[in-house]
């Protein structure tokens, strides 16, 4: 689900880690016109997404750190 994607902790306005970013990679849309989808994943257990990246995690994966 996550092949190409990039994946990053994302740091609120006092520069605590709140959330996970994704961007998926841009395609092209039937018109040629690009196409993306950012996510914000926030850090709660019961978010589907969030489960996503936890699997993906213990595959292997890492996260990416906030800057």
Known sequence: MF???T???QKNI?????SIRVIFPKTKDADG???GVTLGVPLEGDNRH???IQEWVAEGNTIEEAD
Do not use: A, S
């Open 33 to 35: 016109n690009d196409t």
């Open 3 to 5: 092949e190409n994607c």
């Open 14 to 18: 006092l520069g605590k880690v709140n």
């Open 7 to 9: 994946i990053k902790y």
């Open 50 to 52: 969030y489960r996503q």
